[in-house]
């Protein structure tokens, strides 16, 4: 069995589920169950008529029943089918009104509210399928084995669900069948709908794919893959073809938005492999996320950058062989709810970097009282994820490659999670280093066994 998962901007249209209709087909021999979001951006939609009927006390759903209706047609459905949708068209209607009356969201009302995105999507699409003989069933997800605690907003599946998915879905696809099952939303003991949180069907994907051991997850998004490097900053970034769940994590944290390290979590525990897939180009191979390389052949997988980052200096004498330095300064941290990014420290001095939003006028003040503290803003963290095992290496050639182009590296930390090796430039340096290091670690010519050529000289 495989699970396939398909995007908002994959089922956008009459004519994006057309052409999953044609990728699904090439996979039916390997039993496929369908995850599905809402169509488009029905979800934003959905919390803005929400916000309307709160704020001004209006019930707007035209925009969502238009697409829906619209699709429906498109797809040529049948007058059976809109049996099922118009009633959800009708209670999602009753449901603002009510949020209209009362002026009042819940959390528990909002993800009833924004269920209907990926109810209403499955139902289409499930429908359409069938129709094409694919023996398609739609399900909401309860039906399908997902029961939550009943943290709403960002509930997380009770153990119960791991028996109940595979139960439920593996007879039905033995038997030939193509479950399309709704993503991001489940329910708890209570019968309460709940939501996994935003992005969530990944996770449903992943989930059904690990409980049911399916051989892969695909997760079908709009673009090729995870890149060497955000394609907006290097021209020449390429799809990755290979990564460990741990480099995708990394990854996923500083910038690169393919798949949430939460979404990962499931298939983390069995070991089942997750695709990448670009669904507006099926032929590209995409972006395999894998447990371990056997054995490596190139020491970076990717370098991404994340801008608007704060750096401190905090610096004290008090330090040197003394304990309960670091405590006192991660309280200071704590008391004002700021979250750290990166850290590295010496005998006297500590560096740590926050993000910029943040205010920090009391959390100097505090500091103060302790060390001298040094606040620069404007700064970038630069990310490389590799393996670490060949750090020497890889630091080697990124400060030579920063010392090449003339930018001073601020201050280098490599995590214990032994694939990122991060470093801080200035702001305005930080998409010329990207591309510097990108150019040093992809683009520059391979010998044939695999190894990099030696730096380029400085000439
Ligand atoms: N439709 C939900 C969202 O937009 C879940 C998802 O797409 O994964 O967040
Ligand atoms: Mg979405």
Redesign the pocket.
Known sequence: MIVMKF??SSVADAERIRHVAEIVKTQVSRKPVLVL??MG????HLLEAADEALMNGTVSIDRIKELHLKTMKDLQLSAEVQKNIVPLLDELSQLLAGISLIRELTPRTKDYL?SF??RLSVRIAAAYFNGLGLKAQGFDAWDAGFVSDSNFGSAELVKESWDLIPQKLIPLTDAGALPVVT??IARDAEGNIT??????????ATTIAAACKAEEAQVWKDVDGILTADPRIVKNAKPVGTVTYEEASELAYYGAQVLHPRAMQPCIKTGTPVLVKNSYNPEAPGTRIISAFEKRTIPVRAITSRKNVTLIDIVSTRMLGQYGFLEEVFAAFARYHLSVDMVATSEVSISLTLDTAQDLDALKKDLSKIAKVDIRTGKAIVTIIGDVRRSSEILARAFRTCELIGVPVQMVSQGASKVNISFIVDDTEAAETVRALHMDFFESLKLPDGQQAPFRSKS
Do not use: I, K, M, Q
């Open positions: 995007g908002g979001s809402a951006d029905t979800t934003d924004v995105g990926e993503g991001f939501t996994l949180g935003r992005g969530g069907s990944d996770l449903s």
